[in-house]
């Protein structure tokens, strides 16, 4: 056992950490959702963007003791799924209309 | 006094008939429209009569007039406190019984006079509004219910000279009544403001009284409030410079002229003076400008009537000059001579419209006097009313012109050194006053037929009936007597009886009398020598003398006059500046402004909506970064920095 490792371990890992995760993740969502041409990837991307927001709920959660952050993390999960039935509902329907799922081509929606 | 007289009655029975025939007149047959509007107008007159023989026992009481009687508070701020009020007094007990009594007598009339024409019960429902606001107006214990009068007076007048609407004409002359009425009621309101912001109080009672108890009070003010009201009783009595309209509302059916424009409603003007005349009194100049503007509109019009050839205007202008005599009469604060002659005038100006109005049906319609002759034999009742009419305007004796207008040039020529000028006007114009109706009589009457194609026949009874009851009223109506008369309304008008009291009163009283008879005479005769001995010499002289002849046929060319000088620069200012700069240019460009802008920086806007996913989310994106940049960004500090401080931050 490496005793420098065991103490690391045994250690918390800081707060910052977790958060920087966190931020790292959004941005990754963030780009995925303005770069990506498909539209499923898009989807995706939202995805990863939630989870880096219950990254941090739970974060705040352990470090204040606090049990509202948790719950509202099952809210957005909550969310997400329902968001995710919907969402993928929509993507097939476009895709059976328009045979296409690139985002750039899917722009009717303008006067 | 026991018990209530039911004022009210008096008025809301003519509103009732109004309500009635107005809202379910055109369905309901002719004879239920004529009973309801009769016996609106027979109540309302009904109920005077009741209340005047109720009250003759006591008349030598004065403890019992003025009735006051009270139905509410209109209006309660502060210190204006205003109630719906009407006031029994002697001097609207002489009113009530010439509106209602002449208004009944006209309504009867008016069944045999429109019996074939369109709009039968609008007729009658604008007669019986006009009662009501003619009975609100002389009711009226304040002066802002006797505006409400006033004014619905006004609508009702507007209402009936343009009911024929179809023609343009009529139209235009309910218009012309209208808005020169307009400029008088400004008058009369910036009156009332000013009797408010003195007074504090409408009231003519309370007026009164707060002047008797302040002798010294005079000029000042209560000119500038006199003459604000005598500048809406000139537009209402048709007296220079604002008599323009009544020539003009001739256009109405012959009752309302005869109703409206001769024995009421432009005696409302008179009647104001009358009440309010505890204010002239105060201001000697305000009374000489009434005094003055009554004897040039008495001579003024008297001229123009002299060559009208529609037998209505010869009337018309014969209207506004006996009323330019009741204004000479306030002037010279002899009100209840004024009083008198208007009530005599109601009489026999009346009948003159109704007989003119009997002479038009024979006509069939025609009021060219120059069509007209030889109507003696034709229509005999018909003469003979008028003849008693022609007789007692002129002021022969003892008809009852002759009492009234004789009451007023005794009253004006005792009133100092201008009283013998204003007398000497008057007198003028009674010679010009008989000379024109003569005029009339003679081509109405006289000679032969100037038109073949017209068969003259009498008119119904119901339309005779009137014109014999007033025929009698014009020949007995001054009987009673200017010292009787003033006497009797010596409460109110707070005057003593006239000849008796002056010395020599008597004398002059009778040299007076004999002069003015003998000026009337001289007028029939000049009209007998130019109208039936010698027919064709008005024609030579109208030759002989053109600029005059024009000048009179003309009118002065007021109407013109107003057109140039006021009606044509209004019109210009109103399209050029006000339609074209103000309208369509400020507010219409405003206007287009406004929807200019939106539309440009909706088109500029509108390419963001792109319809790109991406797009969308990366302006959220922005957006969210730029938010945060603003909240957790120190700005203080940040513009600390750069020698900026905001707020508190530099203290």
Same mark, same amino acid.
Request: proline share 3%.
């Given at each position: 056992m490496n005793p420098t490792l065991g103490h690391l371990l045994q250690q918390e890992i800081p707060l910052t950490w977790y958060l920087l995760l966190s931020a790292v993740l959004f941005c990754l969502g963030v780009l995925g959702f303005l770069i990506k041409r498909n539209l499923i990837t898009v989807f995706m991307s939202i995805e990863l963007m939630l989870n880096a927001v219950n990254l941090s709920f739970v974060t705040f959660a352990h470090q204040w003791h606090e049990v509202k952050g948790q719950i509202f993390v099952f809210f957005v999960m909550m969310v997400a799924a329902a968001e995710a039935a919907v969402g993928l509902a929509i993507i097939i329907a476009v895709f059976r209309a328009r045979a296409t799922l690139a985002v750039d081509r899917i722009d009717l929606m303008k006067l | 006094m026991t018990g209530s007289l039911h004022l009210w009655l008096i008025p809301l029975l003519p509103f009732a008939g109004f309500l009635i025939n107005g809202l379910l007149g055109r369905r309901l047959p002719k004879a239920l429209v004529t009973a309801v509007a009769l016996l609106a107008s027979l109540g309302s007159f009904g109920v005077v009569l009741i209340n005047v023989f109720s009250m003759l026992g006591s008349i030598h009481m004065p403890a019992s007039l003025p009735v006051v009687e009270t139905f509410g508070t209109w209006i309660n701020t502060g210190a204006l406190h205003i109630d719906f009020s009407f006031v029994l007094d002697q001097l609207s007990i002489i009113m009530l019984l010439v509106v209602t009594g002449v208004g009944f007598l006209i309504h009867i009339y008016s069944v045999g006079y429109m019996a074939h024409e369109e709009g039968y019960w609008r007729f009658f429902a604008y007669m019986n509004l006009f009662m009501f606001f003619m009975t609100v107006l002389v009711l009226a214990g304040n002066a802002l219910l006797m505006f409400v009068g006033w004014e619905g007076v006004g609508l009702a007048s507007y209402l009936l000279i343009g009911f024929y609407f179809q023609r343009t004409s009529a139209a235009d002359?309910?218009?012309?009544?209208?808005?020169?009425?307009?400029?008088?009621?400004?008058?009369?309101?910036?009156?009332?403001?000013?009797?408010?912001?003195?007074?504090?109080?409408?009231?003519?009672?309370?007026?009164?009284?707060?002047?008797?108890?302040?002798?010294?009070?005079?000029?000042?003010?209560?000119? /500038?409030?006199?003459?604000?009201?005598?500048?809406?009783?000139?537009?209402?009595?048709?007296?220079?410079?604002?008599?323009?309209?009544?020539?003009?509302?001739?256009?109405?059916?012959?009752?309302?002229?005869?109703?409206?424009?001769?024995?009421?409603?432009?005696?409302?003007?008179?009647?104001?003076?009358?009440?309010?005349?505890?204010?002239?009194?105060?201001?000697?100049?305000?009374?000489?400008?009434?005094?003055?503007?009554?004897?040039?509109?008495?001579?003024?019009? /008297?001229?123009?009537?002299?060559?009208?050839?529609?037998?209505?205007?010869?009337?018309?202008?014969?209207?506004?000059?006996?009323?330019?005599?009741?204004?000479?009469?306030?002037?010279?604060?002899?009100?209840?001579?004024?009083?008198?002659?208007?009530?005599?005038?109601?009489?026999?100006?009346?009948?003159?419209?109704?007989?003119?109005?009997?002479?038009?049906? /024979?006509?069939?319609?025609?009021?060219?006097?120059?069509?007209?002759?030889?109507?003696?034999?034709?229509?005999?009742?018909?003469?003979?009313?008028?003849?008693?009419?022609?007789?007692?305007?002129?002021?022969?004796?003892?008809?009852?012109?002759?009492?009234?207008?004789?009451?007023?040039?005794?009253?004006?020529?005792?009133?100092?050194?201008?009283g013998k000028v204003l007398w000497f006007v008057g007198v003028v114009t009674a010679l010009l006053t008989s000379f024109y109706m003569f005029r009339l009589w003679y081509l109405a009457f006289t000679g032969e037929s100037r038109s073949h194609d017209v068969r003259p026949h009498e008119s119904p009874w119901s339309m005779l009936g009137p014109l014999s009851l007033l025929a009698l009223l014009s020949v007995v109506g001054g009987w009673i007597g200017i010292d009787r008369f003033g006497s009797f309304l010596a409460p109110v008008l707070g005057e003593v009886g006239n000849s008796a009291t002056a010395p020599g009163g008597k004398q002059l009283d009778i040299m007076l009398s004999i002069i003015a008879v003998a000026v009337a005479l001289i007028g029939w005769f000049i009209a007998d020598r130019l109208y039936r001995q010698k027919p064709d010499s008005p024609a030579r002289i109208a030759a002989a003398l053109p600029t005059g002849y024009s000048v009179l046929v003309h009118k002065y060319y007021v109407d013109e006059i107003y057109a140039m000088t006021i009606v044509r620069p209004l019109l210009f200012m109103s399209k050029y500046f006000l339609e074209w700069v103000v309208d369509v240019g400020l507010l219409g460009g405003a206007a287009w402004m406004l929807a200019g802008s939106a539309t440009l920086s909706g088109a500029i806007l509108q390419r963001w909506q792109s319809g790109n996913l991406r797009s969308y989310a990366a302006w959220l994106a922005v957006g969210a970064a730029a938010l945060l940049v603003f909240v957790f960004v120190p700005w203080s500090t940040v513009l600390a920095n750069f020698g900026i401080h905001l707020g508190m931050a530099g203290q």
């Open positions: - | 002359a309910g218009k012309k009544a209208f808005i020169v009425n307009r400029i008088g009621d400004f008058g009369f309101l910036i009156g009332l403001f000013l009797l408010l912001a003195n007074f504090g109080t409408l009231t003519f009672s309370e007026i009164s009284a707060k002047l008797a108890a302040n002798p010294a009070w005079t000029g000042g003010v209560l000119t /500038a409030i006199a003459l604000c009201l005598l500048l809406g009783a000139a537009g209402k009595s048709a007296q220079l410079p604002l008599y323009v309209w009544l020539p003009d509302a001739m256009e109405g059916p012959t009752p309302v002229s005869a109703l409206i424009h001769a024995a009421t409603m432009v005696t409302a003007g008179v009647y104001m003076i009358a009440r309010t005349h505890t204010l002239f009194d105060r201001s000697p100049f305000a009374l000489g400008v009434v005094a003055i503007v009554g004897a040039a509109t008495a001579l003024f019009a /008297a001229t123009i009537g002299l060559v009208q050839n529609d037998i209505k205007r010869v009337l018309a202008y014969s209207t506004i000059s006996q009323l330019g005599y009741m204004f000479l009469g306030c002037g010279v604060a002899a009100y209840s001579a004024a009083i008198f002659h208007l009530m005599t005038h109601a009489f026999f100006k009346a009948l003159l419209f109704l007989a003119a109005g009997s002479v038009i049906h /024979a006509m069939g319609g025609e009021q060219d006097l120059r069509k007209m002759g030889g109507l003696r034999n034709k229509i005999p009742i018909t003469f003979w009313t008028m003849t008693a009419a022609v007789l007692a305007i002129a002021g022969f004796f003892p008809f009852a012109g002759f009492f009234s207008k004789d009451a007023i040039l005794y009253e004006a020529f005792q009133h100092g050194g201008s």
